[in-house]
């Protein structure tokens, strides 16, 4: 059997696989969350098409990111898109109340430079402030609401 072409170390693919794998502890936590064996993860140049979505979700990397190929460029809201970045989000709540909260110190609030995806949703029930407005990135644009 051949082996496969190596995928370029530049090819966005690989760079968004390598910041999920990362984000996620590396191979061996992966593999037990994908119930596979870390050998397979290991094998991996880029996320595999069929294992996209769970990477995403466990991950917050897209899977427009992760491949591009399969789900297309990352579709981009209407006005400007960016990320915001965790002291404007917070500068309201305020930090030290959002550490709090959280159970976690002020300085690793302070050392994020974005929202962690795994934190979102809690964040958003804390703070009132909408997961859309906390990573566009992964849930997109504020819905528009229907006026009744």
């Known amino acids: 059997m051949a082996k496969p072409t190596p995928i370029p170390d530049d ?3 690989v760079k968004a696989w390598r910041k999920a794998h990362k984000f996620l502890g590396g191979a061996r936590p992966l593999a037990r969350y994908l119930g596979i064996s870390p050998a397979a993860v290991q094998q991996w140049q880029i ?3 069929d294992r996209v979505v769970e990477v995403e979700r466990l991950s917050g990397v897209s899977r427009h990111r992760l491949r591009p190929d399969v789900f297309g460029e990352t579709p981009t ?3 400007e898109k960016r990320d915001i970045n965790v002291d404007e989000a917070l500068a309201e709540f305020g930090k030290i ?5 959280l159970g976690l110190p002020v300085e690793e ?5 974005n929202i962690p995806p795994h934190l979102v949703l809690k964040i958003e029930q804390v703070t ?3 997961r859309h407005v906390l990573r566009s990135d ?3 644009k504020e819905p ?3 006026v009744a």
Request: include cysteine; charged fraction near 30%; proline fraction near 14%.
């Open 47 to 49: 996320c595999p098409a």
């Open 128 to 130: 009132g402030l909408s």
């Open 138 to 140: 992964i849930f997109g």
């Open 109 to 113: 609030i302070e050392a994020w430079p």
């Open 11 to 13: 090819d966005p693919r």
């Open 144 to 146: 528009e609401r229907e």
């Open 97 to 101: 109340k959002l550490a709090e909260a």
């Open 77 to 79: 809201p209407s006005g």
